[in-house]
């Protein structure tokens, strides 16, 4: 266990210095800085020049870069060029929304997903090639277009939940709730059909083995076999690919937000990369990072959870 | 050990997620759960501010500093100006360079603040030096607070038409930032310090989501606060705020042509103004990297291949109106509008003329922001038929295509422009400075009159101004294809006056004039 935290924590440490240095220079070079959205069309080039120097954008690149990490190895994530607000602050106050649409959507295609491929793997061959049918529909569906199908219907037609906005936690869990109905069902179905596939795989596959045989020939119930032995064996794949999907949805975050309007880091990075908001930018990209790390860690002690063997090695 | 899958838990799982939705939707039933309160006013607009600080914020996004900030002119929406912080203003003497204010007696700031002549020097004096959109137009100029309630700014060079500065349209200029504020800069990005009918809710404001304003007790125009709450929503999808409007969430939104049809057949109310000429921006006037736009003749055929009618409708249907011309404002007339009326028979002359008879090829920076590919697109399409070949690039990011047509780096680009008097549009679009020419293209004959504008009498601005556009048009330094339009989106909640009452020349609503319906 403490070589793998080791080996966690070093890697770790690598992928958020790359993330930060990679995004840092990108954002940097793209054409454009804040200089020139501040003063807009009405300024001059020596205004805009000074406005460049005052922020300190003439500054050599690494030097720039430096003062920012130094910055974070303290704790301090910068504040905003424009705003001059606490950076950590800002994430902060868009870090639930963020949150609860993940956690939701991932919830969502687990519970819904791993239940219709149980199903599916235990059926016969239609229910199987109905799996494959939603699966792909549900691939193909873009999430925007769902999303305002949903909203179309269960806000303008029957006006049932909010077309828009999220309400936060504190103020009224169950208006919390209701915001996060449609952007989380948007987000999760595509989720859906990759975790009813793979359950579905998964779980063939392990029904064919001998000691499933050896079960039913003990007299076990069916019931018993399939969700206290087979689906357990089969929960490592469903494990990485709840994984994958758990770190892929925050981008998807980007367009149910834009589509849901809710104030979460996807549209904040985007607004802070179109007007050269770099504090921002680097701000929510180690976020991300540092989830997707933190992700990894969980899903290693998961499979150690579901496999002994995985412990040891 | 315990199974993490056993079907009690799938299901119970499940279960909870079905009641729990089924719950929320059975206790939300009533569409009133979805509507905003009768007496309080909900906004979308499509862009949050970067920063609250009047001296750094967008002029296009003024509606986040109207309520909190009272202008010391007041523009209604039909664009007639009336008192605000300033009860008294006009110019000292003659050539438009001094211009005095009387600063209104008893305003105290929401911060406590009183309301000074000083005051309004240091608020001044502030903007000038904070690198914002409107510092430009403060740019060398001087303040003295010569008495206690009087203010005279002393330009630099000669400004006809100051008051306008002076409103909402010159935001940061306008929206005097009270002493506190001024003392404590850093706070201005994220709360307000102004004079305006309501404040900010800080509390109850998530940045670039939404922006609560409670009224302001101390506002020295009590009798005209309508709402006890106004929120302004970003929802930066317009078809996510027309959704926003049809389910009741929703009250005030700006017009978008391409939805409007749909707003219409759902009962919203809508109302546009023509307002922002979009076309071309001919840079290389002086053919440094395509020596066929140095000719003028070349730059006035591409005006004649323009079918403009045709484009305009096409792209916009009943919302646009086709120009040839740069303003709406003093200088504008009808007659120019037909100076490149279409044919393109001419237009092939014109090139052939100027040696180019097979046609030339450029590249024109584009972008999709208020529809720039599209228009772009288009014109190249109209261009094709006389054999000139435009090559569009198209720069996703807007912050990224004003910078790099403002670099030289392309010959032409789109270009989506706002109507103003022509003595505001000059040093932004024309003047050998302006933002908009990359090339710093200049002609002795229109650089003269500008100069003769900006000192003329109130008598003789109508005569220089369209002097002066008939000149601009005839250079063909630009080639406008149709005014686009700005406008509202309304619900029946809010009455309809201020919307109705806005023109091409005064395209924003006065957002503190709008009221109840009823």
Redesign the interface.
């Known amino acids: 266990m403490i070589r793998l935290l080791a080996r966690w924590l070093v890697t770790s440490v690598l992928l958020l210095f790359v993330v930060s240095a990679l995004t840092f220079v990108l954002t940097a070079i793209?054409?454009?800085?804040a200089?020139?959205?501040?003063?807009?069309?009405?300024?001059?080039q020596e205004?805009y020049e000074?406005?460049r120097l005052?922020l300190g954008l003439d500054d050599p690149l690494p030097v720039r870069y430096w003062e920012w990490l130094s910055g974070v190895l303290r704790g301090d994530l910068g504040v905003?060029?424009?705003?001059?607000?606490s950076v950590a602050e800002?994430i902060g106050?868009?870090l639930g929304t963020t949150f609860s649409l993940v956690f939701g959507g991932l919830?969502?295609s687990a519970?819904?997903g791993?239940?219709l491929g149980?199903a599916s793997a235990r059926g016969r061959g239609p229910l199987s090639r109905a799996t494959d049918v939603i699966s792909l529909v549900g691939a193909s569906i873009p999430n925007f277009w769902l999303g305002?199908i949903l909203?179309?219907l269960?806000?303008?037609t029957l006006?049932?939940?909010?077309?828009?906005?999220?309400v936060d936690l504190a103020t009224s869990p169950?208006e919390w709730?209701?915001s996060l109905?449609l952007p989380v069902v948007t987000l999760g179905v595509g989720g859906v059909a990759i975790i009813a596939k793979q359950t579905r795989d998964a779980m063939s596959k392990q029904l064919g083995l001998d000691y499933v045989n050896a079960m039913r020939a003990q007299g076990l119930s069916e019931?018993s076999i399939v969700?206290?032995?087979v689906?357990?064996n089969a929960?490592i794949p469903i494990t990485t690919v709840l994984g994958l999907m758990f770190t892929g949805l925050f981008s998807g975050t980007v367009l149910v937000e834009?589509?849901?309007?809710?104030?979460g880091l996807g549209?904040?990075v985007v607004?802070a990369t179109?007007?050269?908001?770099i504090p921002i930018v680097q701000g929510v990209a180690l976020v991300f990072a540092f989830f997707v790390v933190v992700t990894n860690l969980a899903v290693d002690l998961i499979y150690g959870l579901?496999n002994p063997r995985a412990r040891i090695s | 050990m315990t199974?993490?899958?056993?079907?009690r838990r799938?299901l119970a799982?499940?279960a909870a997620?079905a009641v729990?939705?089924a719950m929320?939707?059975g206790?939300?039933?009533s569409?009133a759960s979805?509507e905003t309160d009768s007496n309080e006013l909900t906004i979308a607009l499509q862009a949050?501010p970067?920063?609250?600080?009047p001296a750094?914020t967008?002029?296009a996004l003024e509606y986040y500093l109207d309520l909190a900030y009272s202008p010391l002119i007041i523009r209604g929406s039909d664009g007639t100006l009336r008192p605000g912080l300033a009860t008294e203003w006009g110019y000292v003497g003659e050539g438009n360079t001094q211009f005095q204010l009387t600063i209104r007696e008893g305003v105290e700031f929401a911060d406590g603040g009183e309301l000074t002549a000083q005051g309004v020097v240091d608020h001044f004096t502030y903007v000038q030096g904070s690198?914002?959109?409107?510092?430009?137009?403060l740019?060398g100029a001087t303040f003295e607070a010569t008495d206690a309630q009087t203010v005279v700014v002393t330009f630099a060079t000669p400004v006809p038409g100051a008051e306008l500065f002076f409103t909402q349209f010159g935001t940061g200029i306008a929206d005097v930032i009270s002493p506190d504020g001024l003392a404590d800069p850093?706070s201005l990005?994220?709360s307000t310090h102004g004079a305006g009918p309501y404040i900010l809710d800080e509390a109850a404001t998530?940045?670039?989501?939404?922006y609560v304003y409670t009224p302001n007790p101390t506002y020295w125009d009590a009798e005209n606060v309508h709402w006890d709450k106004v929120t302004i929503?970003?929802?930066?999808?317009q078809?996510?705020?027309l959704?926003?409007m049809?389910?009741?969430?929703?009250d005030i939104a700006s017009f978008d042509y391409t939805t409007a049809a749909d707003a219409e057949a759902a009962g919203i109310n809508t109302h546009s103004v023509p307002n922002v000429f979009s076309g071309l921006n001919l840079l290389d006037r002086a053919g440094t990297l395509v020596p066929a736009l140095g000719d003028e003749r070349v730059r006035q055929a591409i005006n004649y291949a323009i079918d403009r009618e045709t484009v305009a409708t096409a792209i916009y249907g009943e919302y646009a109106d086709p120009t040839t011309q740069t303003t709406r404002d003093t200088g504008f007339q009808e007659q120019l509008d037909e100076r490149y009326a279409y044919d393109p028979d001419k237009a092939r002359d014109l090139l052939a003329e100027a040696g180019y008879p097979d046609g030339f090829e450029f590249t024109v920076a584009s972008t999709p922001f208020f529809n720039g590919d599209t228009m772009t697109q288009a014109i190249a399409g109209q261009l094709a038929e006389v054999g000139i070949t435009l090559n569009m690039e198209s720069i996703a990011?807007?912050?990224?295509w004003?910078?790099?047509m403002a670099s030289g780096e392309f010959p032409a680009a789109w270009i989506g422009f706002g109507s103003l008097p022509l003595f505001v549009e000059g040093?932004?679009l024309f003047l050998p400075?302006a933002?908009?020419n990359a090339f710093k293209s200049e002609d002795a004959e229109l650089t003269a009159l500008f100069g003769q504008l900006v000192v003329a009498a109130p008598e003789d601005v109508e005569e220089v101004s369209e002097q002066l556009e008939a000149r601009i048009v005839e250079l063909a330094w630009f080639a406008p294809v149709a005014w686009t339009p700005l406008g509202n989106y309304w619900t029946d909640k809010v009455d309809s006056t201020e919307f109705e009452a806005t023109t091409g020349l005064s395209p924003i609503a006065s957002l503190i004039d709008i009221k109840p319906a009823g």
């Open positions: 793209a054409p454009g800085d200089a020139r959205v501040i003063l807009g069309m009405n300024g001059t205004q000074a406005l005052q905003s060029i424009y705003s001059q607000q800002i106050s868009r919830l969502f519970v819904i791993i239940a149980i305002f909203v179309s269960f806000a303008v006006p049932w939940l909010p077309a828009t906005g999220y169950a709730a209701r109905v019931r969700f206290r032995h689906l357990k929960a834009n589509v849901f309007a809710l104030p549209g904040l607004q179109t007007t050269h908001d579901l | 199974s993490l899958f056993t079907p799938l799982t499940g997620l729990a939705s929320l939707v206790c939300s039933a569409p979805t949050g970067a920063s609250l600080d750094l967008n002029q690198g914002g959109q409107t510092s430009a137009l740019g850093a990005g994220t998530v940045t670039n989501d939404h929503k970003v929802i930066a999808n078809s996510s705020i959704n926003s049809k389910s009741g969430q929703v990011d807007a912050n990224e004003s910078t790099r040093p932004g400075s933002f908009f």
